[in-house]
C-alpha cells in the first residue's frame, strides 16, 4: 500500500526555473521525508519535517507541510540541471516502516 | 567512511536458483532495512533489523529471508528465484534506530531472473 503519492508523476522544466512537487498521504505522520534519487543511483536524504513543523530550507530547498490536508510539497528554486532526479517523499507506517509514494520524475532542460 | 555498500551491482538468475545480496555499513547504525523498487512504484519494505539478532518482516517478505549475526552486516537471500523478484534492490541504515530518521542507501543491485 502506498501512504505518499507524489504529484506530477513527471516534470519537465527550463534550468533556472523553480520546480514544485507534491505529496499526498493517508494517515497521521510524526514526520515526513523527502529524497532524491539520480539515474542507477540509490537514494539520498534532502530533508525531514516534522508535523508541528510547517515550513523548512535548506539551500534551494524548502519544503512545506499542511497536515489538515495531508499534504507537502518541495520546491526547487533556480533548478540545475544537477537537479535532474526522481523526488520521493516517505511518511512512517510505524516506528520501523516508511512507506513511499512512486515519486515524481524531473527533467531540467539546459 | 563507505557508507552502505551493496553487492553484486548486477546479477541475472535462472529461476529456482538461490542466492544472497549482500549488504554492509560501516556508520554503526542499528537500524537497517531491505526494499525493492519497481518501475512506477515507490519503495517496498521487505524485512528490517533494529540490531544483532533482531529482524521482522516488512510488506512484501514472500520469497527472502534475512539475518543479522553483525551491527555491520544484513544479507538478503533470495531462497528460490522467480521472475516476480526482478527489481532493482536496496539496503538503508538509520543512525536513529528506527524508521523515523534519515536513511542513508546504497546504490542497490539490480537483479533479473529469467
Known amino acids: 500500500s502506498q501512504q505518499g503519492e507524489e504529484d506530477p508523476q513527471a516534470l519537465s522544466i527550463q534550468e533556472g526555473e523553480n520546480a514544485t512537487m507534491n505529496c499526498s498521504y493517508k494517515?497521521?505522520?510524526?514526520?515526513l521525508q523527502w529524497y532524491r534519487q539520480n539515474s542507477g543511483r540509490g537514494l539520498v536524504h534532502l530533508i525531514l519535517i516534522r508535523s508541528n513543523e510547517r515550513e523548512k530550507h535548506s539551500g534551494r530547498l524548502r519544503v512545506t507541510l499542511d497536515t489538515s490536508k495531508k499534504s507537502s510539497s518541495l520546491l526547487i528554486t533556480a533548478s540545475r540541471a544537477a537537479d535532474t532526479a526522481s523526488y520521493f517523499c516517505?511518511?512512517?507506517?510505524?516506528?520501523?516502516?516508511?512507506?513511499w509514494g512512486a515519486g515524481t520524475k524531473l527533467i531540467i532542460k539546459p | 567512511n563507505a557508507g552502505v555498500t551493496q553487492t553484486p551491482k548486477f546479477q541475472v538468475l535462472k529461476t529456482g536458483q538461490s542466492m544472497t545480496l549482500q549488504c554492509a555499513q560501516d556508520?554503526?547504525?542499528?537500524?537497517m532495512s531491505w526494499y525493492r523498487q519497481d518501475p512506477g512504484m515507490g519503495l517496498r519494505l521487505i524485512h528490517y533489523?533494529?540490531?544483532?539478532?533482531?529482524?521482522d518482516q516488512g510488506e512484501v517478505p514472500n520469497g527472502y529471508n534475512v539475518s543479522r549475526s553483525t551491527t555491520e552486516d544484513f544479507p538478503l537471500r533470495l531462497l528460490s528465484a522467480a521472475p516476480s523478484q526482478t527489481s532493482v534492490y536496496f539496503c538503508?541504515?538509520?543512525?536513529?534506530?528506527?524508521?523515523?530518521?534519515?536513511?542513508?542507501f546504497g546504490d542497490g543491485t539490480r537483479l533479473s531472473i529469467l
Open positions: 556508520m554503526n547504525h542499528e537500524y
Open positions: 533489523s533494529v540490531g544483532a539478532g533482531i529482524t
Open positions: 494517515t497521521s505522520i510524526n514526520n
Open positions: 538503508a541504515s538509520s543512525p536513529t534506530g528506527d524508521a523515523s530518521g534519515p536513511q542513508h
Open positions: 516517505a511518511t512512517e507506517a510505524s516506528n520501523y516502516q516508511l512507506i
